[in-house]
């Protein structure tokens, strides 16, 4: 063992390897370097991105936000059984993030320490349980419990299916996070969709027809259990690499501010959509005189837009940084959100693609920006930001409600509008990617 005097920033400290594979403890005091061996089936395993398993989880997350997804798309149904106002509609989703957000960081940090690969498969039990308790429900309270399920479900598998993804990269970490978010935006999507075909004409009972859709989701994570529990083993054999409390050319009072920043920016993209998942139905009935069926395609090919985006958000911040396609994804959709209040019907929908295409590029960007800010706390970044993103949805919703009962659904589109001008706060975050050369 040898010890070499060294200096770092107060507090800071980081385990790595050099090249002659030699682990090298950092601490404010000293540098401590001993030899160690790699497990060269650990190198191999953490540089290979496995296709296979971003493909399953992403897969997950299609049916896992597809249910979801039928809550909201079923507002119009709900609001007429059971003479609800515009509030009382903000409330249900408010309920639904509230327990989707509450839990999701505090589920990451956790599984940070002890990771729990079946955690996936319990979580999605509960999401169960809540589809065939909203299929069965009386009352507003009934809704309310029974969309809280659906939320607690949503806490534990967002941050944990993450980590998968993030495992599965090999380095490639806005292309895995892409992938991932892929699943959930066009579950997002399709849920609307089928909800037009088998809830609507049918009634609410027939929500019970997507529980099934949550009982092959388990049977899947599960299977995704066996590898996340496999892939712990292997790992386990050797040390560690790169793990540090933050990132290694910031303080910790600029790590702070750039956190600050991303979660405005969700602030900002996630208050818009909420506008857009929750009212844009009621938006399009009212303005336009569209029957439920047909507003509810509209609404789908916005969500369709914004699963497209989704694809292209990760790769994009792989290739030419994450902070570029941030700043476009949030400030480039102001243009568009300005004009949908004043345009026609056709327009409409034209204008509710390209923001659905532009907005929604964000957060794959965001979420890896801000786990290479803080290394090696996935589960607590991702539960962070996944949380927090469900927390402003839920708020927005409940705000935008309240505030259609005393104005207007149109007015509600003209103040949501100014929304995206707050990603100009982009160009305040630190340059921590490194130069990209051209080829």
């Known amino acids: 063992m040898q010890k070499k005097p060294g200096t770092l920033p107060h507090g800071l400290s980081a385990t790595y390897h050099n090249k002659h594979n030699n682990l090298i403890l950092i601490s404010d005091k000293t540098i401590t370097m001993k030899t160690t061996t790699i497990d060269p089936q650990v190198k191999t395993v953490a540089k290979q991105t496995v296709y296979s398993i971003l493909f399953t989880i992403s897969f997950t997350h299609l049916l896992n936000d597809m249910m979801q997804s039928v809550i909201p798309a079923i507002y119009p149904l709900i609001k007429q059984n059971f003479h609800l106002t515009f509030t009382q509609v903000g409330l249900i989703t408010f309920t639904f993030q509230l327990t989707a957000s509450l839990l999701q960081p505090f589920v990451g940090q956790y599984t940070d320490k002890t990771p729990r690969p079946y955690s996936l498969t319990i979580g999605m039990a509960f999401t169960l349980l809540g589809l065939v308790a909203v299929s069965l429900a009386t009352s507003f309270y009934t809704i309310l419990l029974s969309v809280s399920l659906i ?7 967002h941050p944990e299916s993450s980590r998968v993804a993030h495992l599965a990269s090999g380095g490639k970490k806005g292309l895995a996070q892409s992938i991932f978010q892929l699943g959930g935006n066009a579950g997002s999507a399709i849920g609307p969709l089928l909800a037009a075909l088998v809830v609507m004409p049918y009634g609410q009972k027939n929500i019970m027809w997507f529980a099934l859709a949550a009982v092959l989701a388990m049977l899947v994570l599960w299977r995704v259990g066996n590898w996340y529990k496999g892939h ?19 303080s910790k009072k600029k790590v702070i501010w750039a956190m600050a920043i991303l979660l405005a920016l969700i602030f900002s993209k996630y208050f818009y959509l909420a506008s857009m998942t929750s009212y844009f139905t009621f938006y399009l009935i009212g303005k336009f005189h569209l029957s439920v069926q047909q507003s509810q395609l509209y609404l789908f090919a916005f969500l369709a837009a914004v699963a497209a985006g989704t694809v292209l958000g990760g790769p994009l911040g792989d290739r030419f940084g994450r902070k570029y396609v941030i700043w476009f994804s949030i400030l ?20 509710a693609v390209i923001i659905g295409l532009i907005i929604s590029s964000a957060f794959s960007a965001i979420l890896v920006y801000a786990t290479e800010l803080v290394p090696g706390k996935v589960g607590m970044i991702s539960g962070l930001f996944f949380g927090f993103a469900f927390g402003m949805g839920g708020l927005g919703s409940a705000l935008l409600g309240k505030l259609a009962d005393m104005t207007s ?6 103040v949501c509008a100014f929304l995206p001008l707050i990603g100009i706060v982009t160009g305040l975050l630190p340059n921590i990617e490194p130069k990209r050369t051209k080829q």
């Open 151 to 157: 939320g607690l479900g949503s806490s534990v598998f």
């Open 232 to 250: 712990l083993a292997l790992r386990a054999k050797s040390p560690v690499a790169n793990v540090g409390s933050l990132h290694p050319s910031l």
């Open 409 to 414: 659904i149109d007015y509600v589109y003209k």
């Open 332 to 351: 480039g959709a102001a243009p568009f959100t300005l004009m949908l209040p004043y345009v026609g019907l056709f327009w409409t929908g034209i204008l």
